[in-house]
């Protein structure tokens, strides 16, 4: 319960600060998808390609897999798509294409620590300043259709995810976490933080 009323307070504070500013930026809408989607690790910035944003995976070993995500906003801010490419060395890349919808999310639930997270126990309200994993639930958040470019099989791997999780353990990942929750909030509408 207290979840809840920490949820709907923060949500009326979110609200009420997107309200007073303008809408989001195509560049803003961006950075929310991409942290909600867990892309913009450590505040990696990404390479803009005209109205959209690639990452890139951060390669130390050079027979780490390499991962290259391109982001773009849809004619609906509050949806993206994703087209994510995965590829080991000297083989054939898979292709992933995905679709989130940040007015999907029905519900909000913070954590102190990722044990607490997986084990889904004592939960802690959104606004509490031991909140370090949020995570964010609703039908069909993200659903994506992975294939690979190999030619060996046409048939495409698809599924649909009700959760995306997001961490907040450091005063950059809690800035980005507020910003990117505020957009859901009061541009998105997420049915998770209005009144009830």
């Given at each position: 319960?207290?979840?809840?009323?920490?949820?709907?307070?923060?949500?009326?504070?979110?609200?009420?600060?997107?309200?007073?500013?303008?809408?989001?930026?195509?560049?803003?809408?961006?950075?929310?998808?991409?942290?909600?989607?867990?892309?913009?690790?450590?505040?990696?910035?990404?390479?803009?390609?005209?109205g959209?944003?690639?990452?890139?995976?951060?390669?130390?070993?050079?027979?780490?897999?390499?991962?290259?995500?391109?982001?773009?906003?849809?004619?609906?801010p509050?949806?993206?798509?994703?087209?994510?490419?995965?590829?080991?060395?000297?083989?054939w890349?898979?292709?992933?294409?995905?679709?989130?919808?940040?007015?999907?999310?029905?519900?909000?639930?913070?954590?102190?620590?990722?044990?607490?997270?997986?084990?889904?126990?004592?939960?802690?309200?959104?606004d509490?300043?031991?909140?370090?994993?949020?995570?964010?639930?609703?039908?069909?958040?993200?659903?994506?259709?992975?294939?690979?470019?190999?030619?060996?099989?046409?048939?495409?791997?698809?599924?649909?995810?009700?959760?995306?999780?997001?961490?907040?353990?450091?005063?950059?990942?809690?800035?980005?976490?507020?910003?990117?929750?505020?957009?859901?909030a009061?541009?998105?509408?997420?049915?998770?933080?209005?009144?009830?």
């Amino acid at each position: 319960m207290a979840t809840t009323f920490g949820a709907i307070g923060l949500a009326f504070a979110f609200s009420a600060s997107v309200a007073a500013a303008a809408p989001p930026t195509d560049a803003e809408m961006r950075e929310a998808h991409a942290v909600l989607l867990g892309l913009a690790q450590d505040g990696a910035e990404p390479e803009r390609d005209r109205g959209a944003d690639i990452y890139y995976s951060i390669m130390e070993n050079p027979d780490a897999p390499r991962l290259v995500t391109r982001l773009e906003v849809s004619g609906a801010p509050c949806r993206a798509r994703t087209i994510s490419a995965l590829q080991f060395p000297g083989k054939w890349a898979t292709l992933t294409l995905g679709l989130v919808d940040l007015g999907r999310v029905t519900a909000v639930t913070a954590y102190a620590s990722v044990d607490d997270m997986i084990a889904e126990v004592n939960p802690l309200p959104l606004d509490a300043p031991g909140a370090e994993q949020v995570v964010l639930t609703g039908e069909g958040l993200y659903c994506s259709s992975r294939m690979s470019l190999s030619g060996d099989s046409t048939a495409a791997d698809e599924t649909c995810t009700n959760r995306l999780d997001l961490p907040m353990t450091d005063a950059d990942q809690k800035a980005r976490g507020k910003r990117a929750l505020a957009i859901v909030a009061g541009y998105c509408k997420a049915p998770a933080f209005q009144k009830k």
